[in-house]
């Protein structure tokens, strides 16, 4: 029997080997477009538009440098791609990751190191930030899960705890059409580069 296809082929013309990722294979628009296009939370917000992990990752990016203000630049960087592999593998959530067991965590671990490497980053992150952009991940689903997913305060605090009062006033969800957001990771992703 011949091997199943494991690669997938990217608008900007990288075909990438899921099993073995390149990353010379790895381009930022792509990344950009994937994630601009993919749906947090199963698609289950409310709004006009999806709530998409490029927007997350803009929220949690954000959390992560309000909270760590003088944090090196290439740690801000790490938090806007924290979950960058989901442009090919989609945004599954925390149940259905945990059904699929193990090997979902090998091939996303494959991706990360893959897309750290092409930008610059450490393969495996330190353990410190990857807990700070943890925690900024978590933020960012509370105010997800309390704004637009339908989530009373009281069920998003037994599941993520409760983000400081600042956090909870000062942060709005915002649902944008893909093509603003794509700009937007994009713009934000050139910008932490050049400040590198």
Same mark, same amino acid.
């Given at each position: 029997m011949p091997q199943p296809r494991a690669w997938q082929r990217m608008l900007s013309g990288r075909r990438l080997d899921l099993l073995d990722p390149s990353p010379l294979d790895i381009e930022i628009e792509d990344i950009a477009h994937g994630l601009a296009f993919v749906a947090r939370w199963n698609g289950q917000t409310r709004g006009d538009h999806a709530y998409s992990v490029a927007e997350h990752s803009l929220l949690v990016e954000q959390i992560f440098g309000e909270m760590h203000p003088k944090t090196d630049v290439k740690w801000r960087l %790490?938090? /806007?791609?924290?979950?960058?592999?989901e442009y090919v593998i989609g945004d599954m959530i925390s149940p259905v990751k945990a059904a699929v067991g193990p090997d979902?965590?090998?091939l996303d671990d494959r991706l990360t190191a893959a897309i750290h490497i092409r930008f610059g980053l450490p393969a495996v992150?330190?353990?410190?930030?990857k807990k700070q952009i943890k925690k900024a991940d978590i933020i960012s689903a509370w105010l997800e899960a309390t704004q637009i997913?339908?989530?009373s305060e009281n069920e998003a605090d037994k599941l993520f705890g409760r983000? %400081?009062? /600042?956090?909870?006033?000062t942060l709005q969800i915002r649902l944008r059409?893909?093509?603003e957001v794509r700009q937007d990771f994009t713009d934000r992703h050139n910008a932490l580069i050049a400040a590198v």
């Amino acid at each position: 029997m011949p091997q199943p296809r494991a690669w997938q082929r990217m608008l900007s013309g990288r075909r990438l080997d899921l099993l073995d990722p390149s990353p010379l294979d790895i381009e930022i628009e792509d990344i950009a477009h994937g994630l601009a296009f993919v749906a947090r939370w199963n698609g289950q917000t409310r709004g006009d538009h999806a709530y998409s992990v490029a927007e997350h990752s803009l929220l949690v990016e954000q959390i992560f440098g309000e909270m760590h203000p003088k944090t090196d630049v290439k740690w801000r960087l %790490a938090a /806007l791609l924290h979950d960058a592999p989901e442009y090919v593998i989609g945004d599954m959530i925390s149940p259905v990751k945990a059904a699929v067991g193990p090997d979902y965590g090998h091939l996303d671990d494959r991706l990360t190191a893959a897309i750290h490497i092409r930008f610059g980053l450490p393969a495996v992150i330190p353990a410190l930030i990857k807990k700070q952009i943890k925690k900024a991940d978590i933020i960012s689903a509370w105010l997800e899960a309390t704004q637009i997913a339908g989530f009373s305060e009281n069920e998003a605090d037994k599941l993520f705890g409760r983000p %400081a009062p /600042l956090m909870i006033k000062t942060l709005q969800i915002r649902l944008r059409p893909a093509k603003e957001v794509r700009q937007d990771f994009t713009d934000r992703h050139n910008a932490l580069i050049a400040a590198v």
